[in-house]
């Protein structure tokens, strides 16, 4: 009698070892919240990620006339900026799973191009009387240049390369983080609006 209760009692221990190892490996025990949660957290931890670089060249000129003289100047700027993403402005509630089809949408902050610097900047052609303050004029050139080409870089915040990039980003994350491979979606969130 006691030889089969202890069969029936392995047996048991057997079945349900592998319907919790069957449950594990399937993610059964898993919520949809607790896994929001657990990307929401790592994507706080990482914060500021810079997702790419770009580099432009520019020519860009300037000219003032005043009342005796014209000044004109001429420059070729290579630029470089950094294009990156808050990711600590991300909520579990941005983030939506479906996990019979192994998708996840996350809407992230627009990415932003910060610490634009100049790499290389050459002067082409510079039209300044003697007695002028040629620094004065160089430097309004150059300003001049940077907001345009801030302006421009702007435009290109959620162009699909840059959505590329951020999916491409976001999905390593993710498998990562998850230990599993799941197809991303992203939307960019520009001023409060959510756009793909």
């Not at 014209?70 to 983030?95: H, M, T, Y």
């Not at 050139?141 to 940077?146: D, F, R, T």
């Not at 699909?160 to 980003?169: A, D, G, I, R």
Request: aromatic letters at 10%.
């Amino acid at each position: 009698m006691s030889m089969r209760i202890l069969i029936i009692l392995i047996v048991i221990i057997l079945l349900v070892g592998a319907f919790v190892f069957w449950g594990i490996s399937n993610n059964i025990f898993v919520t949809k919240k607790s896994i929001q949660s657990k990307i929401a957290y790592r994507l706080h931890s990482v914060s500021e990620v810079i997702v790419g670089k770009y580099y432009l060249q520019t020519v860009n000129d300037h000219h003032k006339e005043q009342s005796l003289t014209d000044n004109a100047v001429l420059f070729k700027i290579g630029w470089e900026a950094n294009l990156s993403i808050d990711f600590s402005k991300v909520k579990p509630e941005d983030i939506v799973i479906d996990k019979d089809a192994k998708v996840i949408s996350v809407r992230v902050p627009a990415p932003e191009f910060k610490e634009l610097s100049i790499k290389k900047l050459e002067l082409i052609y510079e039209k300044v009387p003697f007695y002028g303050n040629d620094e004065k004029i160089r430097n309004e050139a150059i300003q001049e240049a940077k907001v345009d080409v801030e302006k421009k870089l702007q435009n290109l915040r959620s162009s699909s390369y840059n959505v590329f990039l951020v999916e491409t980003f976001v999905r390593n994350f993710i498998k990562k983080t998850l230990g599993e491979e799941y197809s991303v979606n992203v939307t960019f969130v520009l001023n409060g609006i959510a756009k793909k």
